[in-house]
């Protein structure tokens, strides 16, 4: 600064104002621009232990990727309890061999309201929760075992182009899962994960709202110190913000009659049903960032029968608590009411069950301390990770909520999630492990 202070006292005397402009301009930007720099580089260099798990990281891609490729193959949707049960057997044996002792948490069966004959209940599988107890800090990682492919999905098998993998789950969230294991399998290698103090919740029913392990989410929250969530990194993006989720059905009862010979005495639920649809869907708000989505109907029983039944499925994303609030409140007022007849005859009427499953995650002190000590570890590794806010939800809204500072988007990269276009980066499964092996190594030591 002494040799600026020079240049600076020479300009007063001969530069015109202009040039005693720019020189102002480019002392601000140079102090801006070390201020940056010092807030970048918060986090030390790798150390010699972290460089062991990286180097042992580097040799395990094409073990990393046999593995996913084998529980890509086992379709483990959301409703397909054999196969969920089958990956929890998976990863319940890896993680004992690490020394983790395992539990199972009972899952639920869920009824909901739903037209004779289509049975909506829901039946979920048990989860996991693995235990390696340890000193320092205590940290959550959290992951599901389900997808949203049934097993009559004609997106079912894995298969690699280069350095990228197609399939189920591959980035939403399999591919995690695979990053989250080989992470510990590294610590573990080096004799580091003994001094951990870890727990492992993997949970089969994320992908329909965590509906049966949202209680064990937030009992897990407040007996920890730091949640890591090992969703999708997307486009090499941490998440920093999401909106809070929510989920109606209804089902509109009507009244049968002949299509023909008796139209005007039934009373129409499909009838019904659409004018509810119209009114459900005026309630998306782009400019609140309040969004809801009618995703599946069915109703009826016959082309020329006047239908006693239809149903609806609805989704609703919310950036703020009170909005989720409002919209219940909405929800059940539109289902309170006939819109599709003049008069009420008392023939029409409406079964609802709505759930707000997912609050909204916002930003504290706590959880941004994660996630730029990520974004710094991650420079230090050469992975330049960007961050951004989504309208997909996580476990770690729950968690957060709950109040355990909580940081998602640690799993390995990819795009095209919910569809047959799935796909992922394969060489961010070693990138992403050795992310997690320092993240975790060092906040168990703060």
Same mark, same amino acid.
């Given at each position: 600064?002494?040799?600026?202070? #020079?240049?600076? *006292?020479?300009?007063?005397?001969?530069?015109?104002?202009?040039?005693?402009?720019?020189f102002?301009? %480019?002392?601000?930007?140079?102090?801006?621009?070390?201020?940056?720099?010092? $807030?970048?580089?918060?986090?030390?260099?790798?150390?010699?232990?972290?460089?062991?798990?990286?180097?042992w990281?580097?040799?395990?891609?094409?073990?990393?990727?046999?593995?996913?490729?084998?529980?890509?193959?086992?379709?483990?949707? *959301?409703l397909?309890?054999?196969?969920?049960?089958?990956?929890?057997? #998976?990863?319940?044996?890896?993680?004992?061999?690490?020394? %983790?002792?395992?539990?199972?948490?009972?899952?639920?069966?869920?009824?909901?309201?739903?037209?004779?004959?289509?049975?909506?209940?829901?039946?979920?599988?048990?989860?996991?929760?693995?235990?390696?107890?340890?000193?320092?800090k205590?940290?959550?990682?959290?992951?599901?075992?389900?997808?949203?492919?049934?097993?009559?999905?004609?997106?079912?098998?894995?298969?690699?182009?280069?350095?990228?993998?197609?399939?189920?789950?591959?980035?939403?969230?399999?591919?995690?899962?695979?990053?989250? +294991?080989?992470?510990?399998?590294?610590?573990?290698?080096?004799?580091?994960?003994?001094?951990?103090?870890?727990?492992?919740?993997?949970? *089969?029913?994320?992908?329909?709202g965590? !509906?049966?392990?949202?209680?064990?989410?937030?009992?897990?929250?407040?007996?920890?110190?730091?949640?890591?969530?090992?969703?999708?990194?997307?486009?090499?993006?941490?998440?920093?913000?999401?909106?809070?989720?929510?989920?109606?059905?209804?089902? @509109?009862?009507?009244k049968?009659?002949?299509?023909?010979?008796?139209?005007?005495?039934?009373?129409?639920?499909?009838?019904?049903?659409?004018?509810?649809?119209?009114? #459900?869907?005026?309630?998306?708000?782009?400019?609140?960032?309040?969004?809801?989505?009618?995703?599946?109907?069915?109703?009826?029983?016959?082309?020329?029968?006047?239908?006693?039944?239809?149903?609806?499925?609805?989704?609703?994303?919310?950036?703020?608590? $009170?909005?989720? +609030?409002?919209?219940?409140?909405?929800?059940?007022d539109?289902?309170?009411?006939?819109?599709?007849?003049? @008069?009420?005859?008392g023939?029409? *009427?409406?079964?609802?069950?709505?759930? !707000?499953?997912?609050?909204?995650?916002?930003?504290?002190?706590?959880?941004?301390?994660?996630?730029?000590?990520?974004?710094?570890?991650?420079? +230090?590794?050469?992975?330049?990770?960007?961050?951004?806010?989504?309208?997909?939800?996580?476990?770690?809204?729950?968690?957060?909520?709950?109040?355990?500072?909580?940081?998602?988007?640690?799993?390995?990269?990819?795009?095209?999630?919910?569809?047959?276009?799935?796909?992922?980066?394969?060489?961010?499964?070693?990138?992403?492990?050795?992310?997690?092996?320092?993240?975790i190594?060092?906040?168990?030591?703060?």
């Amino acid at each position: 600064m002494k040799n600026n202070n #020079i240049v600076w *006292s020479a300009l007063s005397t001969f530069a015109t104002p202009s040039t005693l402009l720019a020189f102002t301009f %480019f002392l601000i930007g140079s102090s801006l621009s070390a201020t940056a720099t010092a $807030q970048e580089n918060i986090e030390p260099l790798i150390s010699a232990e972290e460089s062991q798990f990286n180097d042992w990281l580097d040799d395990q891609e094409e073990e990393m990727l046999s593995m996913l490729e084998t529980i890509t193959n086992i379709n483990t949707g *959301s409703l397909n309890k054999a196969g969920v049960n089958e990956l929890a057997s #998976i990863f319940s044996r890896e993680l004992r061999q690490l020394g %983790f002792s395992i539990s199972t948490l009972p899952g639920d069966q869920i009824d909901m309201p739903s037209c004779p004959g289509s049975d909506y209940t829901v039946d979920v599988a048990d989860h996991v929760l693995a235990r390696s107890p340890g000193s320092g800090k205590k940290l959550l990682l959290m992951g599901h075992l389900d997808t949203v492919f049934p097993p009559d999905s004609p997106f079912q098998e894995f298969r690699r182009e280069g350095d990228t993998m197609y399939g189920p789950g591959v980035s939403d969230m399999k591919g995690g899962l695979v990053v989250m +294991l080989y992470a510990v399998k590294a610590l573990n290698e080096f004799d580091a994960l003994d001094t951990k103090d870890l727990s492992i919740l993997l949970n *089969s029913d994320e992908e329909m709202g965590s !509906l049966s392990s949202r209680k064990y989410l937030e009992e897990q929250a407040p007996q920890h110190d730091y949640g890591l969530v090992y969703e999708s990194s997307g486009n090499e993006r941490l998440v920093r913000q999401r909106k809070g989720l929510g989920q109606a059905r209804f089902v @509109v009862h009507g009244k049968a009659s002949h299509a023909g010979g008796a139209h005007e005495i039934g009373r129409s639920a499909i009838k019904e049903l659409a004018y509810k649809i119209v009114e #459900i869907e005026r309630m998306t708000d782009y400019e609140s960032g309040v969004t809801v989505n009618v995703g599946v109907v069915s109703g009826g029983e016959a082309r020329n029968t006047i239908a006693p039944c239809a149903e609806a499925l609805v989704d609703l994303r919310y950036p703020e608590p $009170q909005q989720g +609030l409002d919209a219940v409140d909405q929800f059940e007022d539109i289902f309170g009411n006939v819109f599709s007849y003049a @008069v009420d005859s008392g023939e029409l *009427s409406t079964e609802s069950w709505t759930n !707000l499953h997912r609050p909204p995650k916002i930003p504290t002190e706590e959880s941004d301390y994660l996630l730029d000590k990520t974004i710094s570890i991650g420079r +230090l590794l050469g992975q330049n990770l960007g961050v951004g806010d989504s309208g997909g939800g996580t476990d770690g809204s729950l968690t957060q909520a709950a109040g355990l500072p909580t940081l998602d988007s640690l799993g390995s990269a990819g795009t095209g999630a919910h569809s047959n276009r799935e796909q992922g980066r394969v060489s961010s499964l070693v990138e992403r492990a050795k992310l997690s092996a320092v993240l975790i190594h060092r906040l168990s030591q703060e």
